[in-house]
């Protein structure tokens, strides 16, 4: 797809792997519609913010009206990155933690995805990617509850591609392994380090993801740290 003079969605935007999105889709020429909690410290003319909670449907379908009303419904780019994780063991996991893991990391996709897909029906063409995570393919000890909802994220996205590929709307699912973000600022035990990949480099994979042919589709797309420890 052609990213110059494009609408798009992302989803968590004030820092991380969402805002070095943001910022490579505005050097692409992309106009670009953050939504997000916070907001984050980057202005352009191309850039704009819209408060929303991905966790809330209700929130989602504001953002999604003032999106229109100041920019467009015409939206052929969605970013699903909004996401975090808690860790901890299984037994000692609190239902909260747990319930509001699955509502924002699986339940704001759906909420956002089906605002913005019937736009992409009609004009016969659309990118969604979804940020799932290394830990939608695999178990993790002390991280069950962000596991399944990565897990989900990816049979969700199969799905949907699945049934959106014929209108010309592509779903692709990213799996990044650990990436040097905020993300580990309330996870015990780990913090972000040089060893990691770089938010910046994500960001790159899922802007070229977006600009390949009509009919070139990358389903899945695993990445990792090569040298995860460092050089030995
Ligand atoms: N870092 C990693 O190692 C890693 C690896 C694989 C996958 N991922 C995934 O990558 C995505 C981005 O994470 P990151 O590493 O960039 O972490 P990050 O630096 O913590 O950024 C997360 C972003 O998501 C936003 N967010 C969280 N909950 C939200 C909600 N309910 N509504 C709207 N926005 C919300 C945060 O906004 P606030 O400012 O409001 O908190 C923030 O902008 C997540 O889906 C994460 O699961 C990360």
Same mark, same amino acid.
């Given at each position: 797809?052609?990213?110059?003079?494009?609408?798009? %969605?992302? /989803?968590?935007?004030?820092?991380?792997?969402?805002?070095?999105? *943001?910022?490579? =889709?505005?050097?692409?020429?992309? *106009? *670009?519609?953050?939504?997000?909690?916070? !907001? #984050?410290?980057?202005? &352009?003319?191309?850039?704009?913010?819209?408060?929303? @909670?991905?966790?809330?449907?209700?929130?989602?379908?504001?953002?999604?009206?003032?999106? +229109? $009303?100041?920019?467009?419904? @015409?939206?052929?780019?969605?970013?699903?990155?909004?996401?975090?994780? %808690?860790?901890?063991?299984?037994?000692?996991?609190?239902?909260?933690?747990? +319930? $509001?893991?699955?509502?924002?990391? *699986?339940?704001?996709?759906?909420?956002?995805?089906?605002?913005?897909? #019937?736009?992409?029906? %009609?004009? @016969?063409?659309?990118?969604?990617?979804?940020?799932?995570?290394?830990?939608?393919?695999?178990?993790?000890?002390?991280?069950?509850?962000?596991?399944?909802?990565?897990? !989900?994220?990816?049979?969700?996205? &199969? $799905?949907?591609?699945?049934?959106?590929?014929?209108?010309?709307?592509?779903? $692709?699912?990213?799996?990044?392994?650990?990436?040097?973000?905020?993300?580990?600022?309330?996870?015990?035990?780990?913090?972000?380090?040089?060893?990691?990949?770089?938010?910046? @480099?994500? !960001?790159?994979?899922? %802007?070229?993801?977006?600009? /390949?042919?009509?009919?070139?589709?990358?389903?899945?797309?695993?990445?990792? #740290? =090569?040298?995860?420890?460092?050089?030995?």
């Amino acid at each position: 797809m052609e990213i110059n003079n494009q609408i798009a %969605v992302v /989803t968590g935007v004030s820092k991380g792997i969402g805002l070095e999105v *943001v910022k490579l =889709l505005i050097e692409k020429g992309a *106009v *670009v519609a953050g939504w997000g909690r916070n !907001a #984050p410290d980057f202005q &352009h003319d191309n850039f704009h913010f819209f408060s929303c @909670d991905v966790s809330d449907e209700d929130s989602v379908e504001d953002a999604f009206q003032q999106t +229109k $009303s100041k920019l467009s419904s @015409d939206i052929r780019i969605l970013i699903n990155n909004a996401g975090y994780g %808690v860790a901890g063991k299984f037994e000692e996991m609190s239902s909260k933690d747990w +319930k $509001s893991m699955f509502d924002t990391n *699986v339940h704001g996709i759906f909420y956002v995805s089906k605002r913005l897909v #019937p736009a992409m029906k %009609v004009a @016969d063409e659309g990118h969604i990617i979804n940020i799932a995570s290394i830990a939608g393919l695999n178990g993790v000890a002390n991280f069950a509850g962000y596991v399944g909802t990565k897990h !989900a994220v990816r049979g969700i996205s &199969h $799905s949907m591609y699945m049934e959106l590929r014929d209108f010309g709307i592509k779903v $692709s699912t990213i799996y990044p392994g650990s990436t040097q973000t905020n993300f580990f600022d309330e996870i015990e035990g780990t913090i972000a380090n040089e060893n990691m990949m770089r938010p910046q @480099d994500v !960001a790159l994979t899922i %802007v070229q993801t977006l600009e /390949t042919h009509p009919n070139y589709f990358v389903a899945d797309i695993e990445c990792r #740290p =090569l040298r995860p420890k460092g050089k030995k």
